[in-house]
């Protein structure tokens, strides 16, 4: 008899939980279901694949992003995970993700397929809100997106994908309506992302880089963006700080200690670097290179510098990755100019007078002596007169 009971209690505290967790996670269970059908759908669509402009992420986002919309399908809520992921999505926000967002492409691409995901179902949400104001237009919408996803292949990104849905949604509406959902997913950068590349003025928060560990095949990865920067002066340097870092991807849960293997490298000109992949080799045209170093405890902050003669003019840079994935926080760029312009006492006025910005004594607070490394043949000692 004790033991019928102990069954009982245990089946009744099997029902509870089923019935707590299908009231509390049923969008994370819908996300996971839109998973299994983009497998059966669209077995071959990949997680990421390096083309031209070093790995592009997007199809991870793609894969993320139709399984948050499969919750969207069900419930016609935005927020992902509300239960479960309340904080999760940053401070304040009240789930996991929200499809109602101001992501674009590629300003916010992070290399992470759930963080991936945000610019493209950003951009499904409000096409589907201002095209779809009833629910038999949000079913035909819906439709149509389902009907995108099908036979999706191992190269397909946010602009195939993209151009499919607005081919489907002409079919299922009209014409009118397709190029008004064409320029929501234009002004999200989902046609191009702008050949995924930055603006190295802004600091870029977080960027994960994929590695060897992850993206099998490749003796080295291309980080998944590019970073612009625009030189004003002749430098003798260009360098990337990283404030933190850490392991990524399963080693950071796997406790990998594998240490990191990054690179910086570099191209002048207007056009962003090229790359190209034959089995194992993967080749770039860029012209310098320079490891980056990785602190080994504490925050894990990095640098890489690469020292060369770099007239003024345009620069592209990217990370290169040959060992396992890694996640860099706070990545800024800056350059070391070959005559930077300084602030000095006015008795100092030896100085090449274009590269100089006389103040008085009273706001040169450096320390005595202060030696100043410009980059040229010697170093020069600036001291404060009186």
């Known amino acids: 008899m004790s033991g019928y009971r102990t069954r009982t209690t245990l089946s009744s505290t099997y029902r509870w939980l089923l019935s707590f967790l299908s009231l509390h996670y049923l969008q994370q269970i819908y996300h996971e279901f839109g998973h299994a059908v983009m497998y059966t759908v669209s077995p071959s669509l990949t997680a990421g694949f390096i083309d031209a402009y070093g790995f592009n992420t997007t199809p991870g986002g793609l894969h993320e992003g139709y399984a948050d919309l499969m919750t969207m399908f069900v419930t016609d809520d935005p927020e992902i995970g509300e239960y479960a992921g309340a904080g999760l999505g940053g401070p304040g926000s009240t789930a996991i993700r929200d499809i109602d967002n101001q992501a674009s492409c590629p300003e916010d691409l992070v290399g992470e397929s759930h963080a991936d995901s945000l610019p493209f179902t950003g951009a499904v949400w409000a096409a589907r809100s201002q095209v779809a104001d009833t629910p038999e237009k949000k079913t035909t919408f819906d439709e149509a997106l389902f009907a995108a996803q099908q036979g999706l292949g ?31 997913f234009d ?11 930055l603006n190295a003025s802004v600091t870029k928060a977080m960027l994960y880089v994929g590695g060897t560990d992850s993206v099998q095949g490749p003796s080295e990865v291309p980080g998944p963006v590019q970073h ?159």
């Open 154 to 184: 191992a190269t397909d990104d946010f602009q195939t994908v993209a151009a499919i849905i607005v081919a489907e949604i002409e079919t299922a509406f009209d014409e009118t309506t397709a190029n008004t959902v064409q320029a929501i």
């Open 187 to 197: 002004n999200r950068g989902l046609n191009g992302c702008n050949n995924r590349v």
């Open 228 to 386: 612009k920067y625009e030189l004003s002066e002749d430098a003798v340097s260009i360098s990337i700080t990283i404030e933190a870092s850490q392991a990524g991807g399963m080693g950071s849960f796997l406790g990998n200690q594998d240490p990191p293997n990054l690179k910086i490298v570099i191209k002048g000109g207007g056009d962003p670097i090229t790359w190209t992949r034959d089995g194992a080799d993967v080749n770039g045209d860029y012209t310098e290179d320079a490891t980056i170093e990785i602190g080994a405890s504490g925050l894990r902050p990095g640098t890489g510098i690469i020292e060369a003669s770099f007239p003024a003019g345009t620069y592209h840079l990217q990370v290169v990755n040959a060992g396992p994935t890694w996640l860099l926080q706070n990545i800024s760029g800056s350059s070391g100019l070959l005559f930077p312009t300084i602030c000095v006492p006015v008795s100092r006025r030896r100085l090449h007078r274009s590269h100089v910005a006389f103040c008085p004594d009273s706001i040169f607070s450096l320390p005595h002596p202060v030696r100043l490394q410009l980059g040229i043949k010697y170093p020069l000692v600036l001291s404060r007169s009186g």
